[in-house]
């Protein structure tokens, strides 16, 4: 059983880089880590810590991003981990189940389903359910992806991580307004078929 980590970094200031540095370091060691950068500056230092640095200089999304950092992944499991989050407590194989969507505990949200800071998918789900829809750029994707796993869901509480929340979108300056408005749209449309 194997675990790839996708970390989606757009690194536009240091506090960023440090942030996205601060995650890998945490999970070093219990998986392959894959860095995906979508837009910002290339780092030697997240290409240092990671197994696998992509760099993207197009911006094309935090969906799209998970994605191509996803479809990379060789692992047995995918863990889709913000650079946001670190972890507190625990093994991240205890997310590796066979037929469940996982999430861990988050200290500092509570959150008792699916968590879009980190959640883990098995190949075969992947295969079966897909991943996240591109139409959402940044918001709404991990809300829908939940409802679509909802059926496989399962909660892990021996892994505990923090999460730095809306840090990203906070220092990129599209903390809410447009898009995610119009993220919410696609996300309101996907309901109603």
């Known amino acids: 059983m194997s675990l790839s980590i996708v970390i989606p970094t757009y690194t536009i200031n240091a506090d960023l880089e440090k942030m996205a540095m601060d995650c890998i370091k945490s999970y070093k060691g219990q998986g392959e880590i894959i ?6 500056w290339y780092s030697d230092n997240l290409r240092d810590l990671a197994d696998t640095y992509i760099y993207n ?4 999304g935090f969906t799209a991003n998970v ?3 996803w479809r990379y992944a060789t692992g047995d499991f995918v863990a889709i981990v913000s650079s946001d989050t670190y972890l507190v407590a625990g093994n991240l194989n205890d997310l590796c189940i066979k037929g469940k969507v996982t999430s861990p505990n988050i200290v500092n949200q509570v959150k008792p389903d699916l968590s879009g800071a980190f959640f883990c998918v098995p190949k075969e789900i992947t295969k079966e359910r897909g ?5 959402m750029k940044i918001y709404w994707s991990d ?16 892994v505990n991580i923090y999460h730095h929340q809306a840090q990203t979108v906070k220092a990129a300056g599209c903390e809410g307004g447009e898009q995610a408005e119009a993220d919410k749209k696609v996300y309101d449309d996907l309901l109603k078929c």
């Open 57 to 60: 200089k197009q911006n094309v």
């Open 143 to 158: 809300t829908e992806y939940e409802e679509r796993t909802r059926d496989v869901f399962q909660k892990v509480d021996s």
């Open 131 to 135: 991943m996240l829809i591109e139409g």
């Open 67 to 69: 994605n191509r950092g």
């Open 35 to 40: 860095v995906v950068e979508d837009g910002g």
